[in-house]
């Protein structure tokens, strides 16, 4: 019998469709991955498979029966995790038990067996919420297994978790795994989907296509292309009309690379070589890959007709200042609060025209670092150079040259689209006759056109993003700040954002972005990795991979530096 | 029966953690029923009075002796050439005697003289204390003068349950319902819309747990906790104030328990509507002093509430609970006396836990 | 760049306060605050807060029976401060009644009462108050002597025996009938006490909330972090918001005078004008209040709790519904502080009393001073809170 079913499950909140008619089947013992973007529809699936909210039409069913009635063998990971911050691990763990009616020797069994193992067993008069985001994930585990489950339902389990701990969860998970237990996950990571023994592609509100990772992949029936030239932004432009007859279906710009989709490895590699020779372009590399799950994501959603708009953006004003200038520098910056110190003796810098990535997990001190920089927050050591200035960073001059998109959005709910960007060009003081012309275009790029007077509090989070996005930039700053741009989008809207922060940087701004996701740090010029507030490595994407030899991605870069760093910390102590 | 210990468990483990909820919880009551115990009252102890004496006669200073050796008024001082008028209008007075031209030559002559008291209406219920008050001056003073004459009949006033006249001893009992009313309330809904409104809830929903348990284990807690506020409240009102109770106890103790169980299930059930802390803690400001207070009868008498209001009095729970705290702590009159008050309580009690039950007892998300 | 002045720049300014607007115009909440609330409040206190003692429930347990006696029981069953319940065999029947809470009032006639009249002696008639509410009771005790005083006055011009029997010679015969003048409310309303206290109330208290909220708001939803990274400055920024909230409370003043007049009918009889410019100021002073409440707190919530505390203790310590001279002697001096207390009075002064500002004077300049010290005291911990 199948672990869990779902036939033709449909969720609508009043006119909004969250769910369309889903099916599903997972058989037990296996990790299941439901993927997409927010807005998709995960958590509604999730909700309706625990049996905490009634699906408006359709069956699930729970080893063959109803998820309500089905509660006692399922365990439900909501986002945020769902623990209380103000008990101790041992007080969480305690309660869910006995919420569960878990007798209390069982409980004190299991307790002591899954805390261990998950590395808590020092933590168990610690405040839930003063552990760090990978312990939380851990409790919020145990706290669901200490009932003895046999399905596990985790939405987003791992979202802003740094990679050491995201790697250790699913080492846990295939355990868990083995030991008989069917686990579904929700993830918009797609590479994360790439751990999964199946997983479904969904995308409002419906499975798109489901099978292993391997089979939709291989479903593409192409091969990837990675390209490496000096002039990349030319190549992409000389590749892209190319796609359009079938032998070059994908073009896209990741960072330091092109990469190039491909029906067949021979004649692709043949065909580029000839474009680049055509347009007198220098290849330095060109090899052939297997393509990513995002690939077939994109390639799904293009099939669907989903294409995100890309009109050009207006620029008004010429650059003032050279590309390659210092635009933004930390040297030796240093943030401690009463209790611990978030940011330790930082020193980095941008140049105008670079796109330079802070990539660390939640709680590694990137926002606090970005206020530093921003002169929001004032450090308590080093200093800070900001457009040029070094004492004034907090003057109206200055900050009418900076872009500021903030992770939790920096728009007015209560205001329409329109309301909000006039807002935004006000305050900057946009000049009336340029208003028009840039409001067109962020109706444009966030495909909301003929819809300005649409109320922002009710627009699904991707769009949100995308309007904030063109109000950061509405004033043509030299200077960028983009905290968490993409965190939730999907993947052809992420590829729109990553053109325009090129275009941006191409024409000479200065942009800063911070994300927990690696792949999408690809996209860069340069990185720093940020953990628990020190910059442990600095570095363009190509130089971090030949740092380690043997490394397949970024991630296991990053979790190679970290685990040396806390060997050597333990080293010294030990030698202490 | 285990789960509500485990619920009520959490909770109060989880308020005593936020030092903010506690003080909450403990101190902010104490100091209210301090202050308004203390500010509330409507018993006028200093009256300003100023004296137009027109005639200057030996009987007219001995008049204005009587005023101004009372307790209640002070004379004060104000110039011949301005109007009395105008010292009501600059508030320095609450009154202004008048002393006609001929008063001691005409008294002499056994008539019966008009002496007129201005008195500031603009507080309609000073105004009238000032007129008793003073009317009391001028019979003592005429019974001095002389003896009051044959054949008239003397008041002898007994003041009964109160006899010092004490205000605390009204309000207090009635400021400390009002207290009660509130701040368990108040714990309650915000931890009911802080669950429902973080999702923390979401794991009792996959937990299975009965609504009765999850509704009881937290109403519980609360409980506990407005017994403390209720014992400590007590304390002060008998250190401070001197209010302690009179007669046999046990009815004013069941009363409360019930009562502190009607006022916890309206917190949550407040809570469990509305998911907003903020909103929830309105609308409970909302019901508890506007109702409680207003309505109640805790300061201001309730029939003197108009009819229709009247009819929405007897649906407020504190407008009961009120009743059998001035019995408990005035009167002593016991279980005989407030019966009917405890079964009310019990009542809307009821109704509120219903209605918080019918809310939650899908156990599931409620869209 | 468009018109600055000292660095404020005209078109950020507009745009911060057209946006300040558009968000209070779309907060359903706001809306009640401002025109249901305050209408609701008044008319609910005004209407449901009454001290007035009226109908006191008196039995009478008349041990003498006689025309006397009938005489003196039948004046104080007329009177409209008495609701005659009904007579009671024995004065310990009486007592169980009272006990029981069926009455508030007993008055005992001793069996020897026309006996002594008639020998020119001077029968006490006990009465018996139920002193629970010491302000019933005083009220009820007065009304209870001047029945009394009226029988014993009537007696005597009716002819009692003027020579007592004892040989007292008196000094003189006549009595002073004092003649109580009730100025400014003759028809001694309560009402009109209470909803001037609500006025002040709802402009301070309700502007408090309500700033603290719209304070907060900001911060909350995270957008607070936007504005400080764009170029406005935190006068702009200020002024963006107290003005428009300035604005929008400044309708209440207007709907709550209605409301005072149309449904209470209380009198004008001084300036008008002198009360709304006070009420401005009031208007200020909540916004102080609220700003630096909200200065001092994190989230909407704690702002709410804060309020909870502060709120009730500045109604009972303004004399808005008791008087301030009801107040303990020790507790008096720290009404000044409370900007209602001044509020109240001059409203309760220019309206009730037709006052002005000669006698106002140093209610109206303790008021400004305190908008002062308050709106100098929240601008700064704002800007505090910002940098």
């Known amino acids: 019998m199948a672990a869990i079913t779902a036939t033709a499950l449909e969720k609508s909140f009043g006119t909004i469709a969250a769910v369309r008619r889903i099916d599903l089947s997972i058989e037990p013992g296996e990790i299941f991955g439901l993927i997409g973007p927010d807005g998709a529809g995960k958590t509604s699936t999730f909700q309706m498979l625990a049996g905490v909210m009634e699906p408006t039409s359709g069956e699930a069913a729970i080893f063959g029966r109803a998820p309500r009635d089905a509660r006692a063998v399922t365990g439900y990971l909501t986002q945020a995790f769902s623990l209380y911050p103000d008990l101790t691990v041992d007080e969480n763990i305690s309660y869910t038990a006995a919420l569960r009616r878990v007798p209390p020797a069982t409980t004190a069994d299991r307790a002591s067996r899954y805390l261990s193992r998950f590395g808590l067993a020092s933590f168990t008069s610690r405040l839930a919420g003063q552990l760090s985001g990978g312990m939380k994930q851990k409790l919020a585990l145990a706290c669901a297994l200490v009932a003895g489950p046999r399905v596990l339902l985790l939405d987003e389990p791992t979202t802003g978790v740094d990679p050491v701990s995201r790697r250790e969860f699913w080492s846990v998970l295939a355990e868990l795994v083995a030991d008989g237990l069917t686990i579904v996950v929700a993830t918009p990571d797609l590479a994360e989907a790439e751990r999964c023994h199946r997983i479904a592609l969904m995308h409002l509100g419906e499975i798109k296509e489901t099978g292993t990772p391997s089979e939709i992949r291989a479903g593409l029936g192409a091969r990837r292309l990675e390209l490496r030239t000096p002039n990349l932004s030319e190549a992409e432009a000389r590749l892209s009309p190319v796609s359009s007859d079938g032998a070059l279906l994908d073009v896209q710009r990741v960072g330091d690379r092109i990469d190039v989709l491909v029906r067949d490895g021979r004649e692709g590699r043949r065909l580029v070589e000839s474009t680049m020779h055509a347009a007198s372009l220098p290849i330095t590399e060109l090899h052939e890959e297997e393509p990513l799950l995002e690939n077939a994501f994109v390639a799904t959603l293009r099939r669907l007709g989903h294409e995100a708009a890309e009109p050009s953006w207006p620029f008004q004003h010429a650059r003032p200042t050279p590309a390659g200038d210092v635009a933004l520098a930390a040297h030796a910056l240093t943030k401690r609060f009463e209790s611990f110190t978030a940011v330790r003796d930082v020193t980095m810098s941008v140049r105008y025209g670079e796109v330079y990535g802070l990539i660390g997990a939640n709680g590694a001190g990137k926002t606090t670092l970005i206020k530093m920089l921003c002169g929001l927050v004032a450090p308590s050591e080093g200093r800070v150079e900001l457009a040029g200035s070094h004492e004034g960073i907090r003057s109206s001059a200055v900050r009418q040259r900076i872009g500021y998109m903030s992770q939790r959005f920096s728009l007015y709910d209560e205001l329409t689209v329109a309301e909000n960007l006039d807002f935004f060009a006000g305050v900057y003081g946009v000049p009336a006759e340029e208003r028009p012309p840039k409001r067109r275009w962020v109706l444009e790029f966030a495909g909301l056109e003929g819809r300005s007077d649409q109320l922002t509090g009710s627009l699904p989070g991707g769009w949100k993003q995308r309007v904030a996005f063109g109000a950061a930039i509405v004033h043509e700053p030299s200077v960028l700040f983009l905290d968490e741009p993409t965190s939730g989008v999907d993947p052809l809207a992420r590829r729109s954002f990553w053109h325009l922060i090129n275009r941006l940087a191409d024409a000479g701004t200065a942009i800063l972005v911070t994300t927990h996701y690696l792949e999408e740090a690809e996209q860069c010029h340069r990185l720093g990795f940020l953990v628990a507030g020190d910059l442990v490595v600095e570095d363009t994407p190509t130089g971090m991979r030949r740092r380690q030899p043997g490394a397949r991605s970024l991630e296991d870069v990053f979790i190679a530096v970290v685990t040396a760093r806390d060997h050597q910390a333990a080293g010294t102590e030990a030698l202490a | 029966m285990s789960r509500i210990i485990a619920q009520a468990r959490k909770e109060l483990t989880q308020l005593v953690r936020d030092r903010r909820a506690l003080v909450l919880a403990l101190a902010v009551p104490v100091a209210q029923l301090f202050i308004m115990t203390s500010g509330i009252s409507l018993s006028v102890n200093d009256l300003p009075i100023v004296v137009q004496d027109l005639d200057r006669s030996a009987a007219s200073e001995r008049l204005v002796d009587a005023f101004r050796s009372s307790i209640t008024f002070h004379v004060v001082s104000w110039p011949d050439a301005r109007q009395p008028e105008e010292a009501l209008m600059a508030g320095a007075a609450r009154a202004a005697l008048v002393i006609p031209e001929h008063l001691g030559r005409d008294l002499a002559r056994g008539r019966a003289t008009p002496v007129q008291l201005l008195v500031d209406g603009s507080d309609a219920n000073t105004a009238q204390l000032v007129s008793g008050y003073a009317q009391q001056v001028t019979r003592a003073y005429d019974s001095a003068e002389h003896g009051g004459g044959a054949g008239q009949v003397l008041a002898a006033v007994r003041l009964w349950f109160n006899p010092g006249r004490s205000s605390t001893r009204f309000y207090g009992p009635g400021i400390f319902v009002l207290v009660l009313s509130i701040f368990p309330a108040l714990l309650a809904s915000l931890a009911m819309s802080r669950e429902t409104g973080q999702k923390t809830i979401l794991q009792v929903y996959v937990s299975n747990i009965s609504a009765h348990e999850f509704l009881l284990g937290k109403i519980a807690a609360f409980v506990v906790v407005a017994i403390a506020e209720g014992l400590l409240l007590a304390v002060v009102l008998r250190a401070d104030f001197g209010v302690s109770l009179a007669g046999e106890p046990t009815a004013f103790l069941a009363g409360t328990a019930l009562y502190l169980f009607c006022v916890v299930t309206f917190g949550t059930l407040i809570g469990a509507a509305i998911p907003e802390q903020a909103a929830a803690m309105q609308v409970v400001a909302l019901f508890g002093y506007l109702l409680v207070f207003l309505l109640g009868g805790l300061i201001f008498p309730i029939e003197n509430i108009p009819i229709p209001l009247r009819w929405v009095s007897n649906a407020v729970w504190g407008r009961y609970y009120i009743e059998i705290v001035r019995d408990a702590f005035l009167r002593g009159g016991g279980w005989a006396a407030v019966w009917p008050q405890i079964a009310a309580i019990a009542g809307i009690g009821g109704v509120f836990y219903t209605l918080a039950w019918s809310r939650l007892r899908r156990m599931q998300l409620a869209v | ?387």
């Not at chain 3, 468009?2 to 950020?12: E, H, K, M, N, P």
């Not at chain 3, 010491?134 to 009820?140: D, P, R, S």
């Not at chain 3, 929008?248 to 207007?254: D, Q, S, T």
């Not at chain 3, 008087?323 to 720290?334: D, F, S, Y």
């Open chain 3, 1 to 387: 760049m468009a018109a600055t002045f000292r660095g404020v720049s005209f078109d950020r300014l507009r745009a911060l306060a057209r946006k300040e607007f558009i968000q209070i115009r779309r907060d359903p909440r706001l809306a009640m605050t401002i025109l249901v609330q305050p209408i609701v409040a008044s008319l609910l206190i005004g209407f449901a807060l009454n001290a007035t003692v009226s109908q006191v429930r008196l039995g009478v347990a008349d041990g003498s029976r006689t025309a006397e006696s009938r005489d003196l029981v039948s004046a104080l069953g007329e009177s409209e401060s008495f609701h005659l319940v009904g007579g009671y065999a024995s004065s310990a029947l009486l007592g169980t009644a009272l006990g029981r809470g069926d009455l508030d009032a007993g008055v005992l006639i001793p069996v020897d009462f026309a006996r002594d009249l008639e020998r020119g002696r001077r029968p006490t008639v006990q009465v018996i108050l139920n002193a629970t509410n010491a302000n019933t009771a005083a009220i009820a005790q007065g009304y209870a002597e001047t029945i009394l005083e009226d029988y014993n006055r009537r007696r005597r011009l009716d002819g009692a025996p003027a020579a007592p029997a004892s040989g007292f010679a008196p000094a003189h015969s006549g009595s002073v009938q004092l003649q109580p003048a009730f100025l400014y409310n003759p028809g001694l309303v309560t009402s009109w006490f209470i909803v001037t206290g609500v006025f002040g109330l709802l402009m301070v208290l309700d502007t408090s909330i309500v700033a603290s909220a719209t304070m907060l708001r900001e911060r909350e939803t995270g957008t607070l972090e936007q504005l400080l990274m764009s170029p406005a400055g935190t006068t702009e920024i200020v002024l963006a918001k107290f003005a428009p909230l300035f604005a929008l409370m400044c309708v209440m003043i207007v709907t709550v005078t209605a409301v005072l007049r149309l449904a209470f009918h209380v009198p004008f009889q001084g300036s008008l004008g002198l009360v709304w410019a006070s009420a401005a100021l009031c208007i200020l002073c909540g916004i102080g209040i609220g700003t630096v409440i909200a200065t001092f707190s994190r989230t909407a919530q704690q702002a709410l709790l804060t309020a909870f505390f502060v709120n009730p203790s500045l109604v009972t310590l303004s004399g808005v519904l008791t008087p301030i001279e009801a107040m303990p002697r020790w507790l008096q001096p720290v009404t000044v502080i409370s900007p209602i207390t001044h509020f109240v009075t001059i409203a309760r002064t220019a309206l009730l009393k037709g006052g002005g500002l000669a006698e106002l004077w140093p209610h109206v300049a303790a008021l400004a001073v305190l908008t002062l010290v308050l709106l100098t005291l929240s601008v700064w911990r704002f800007r505090k809170q910002m940098a």
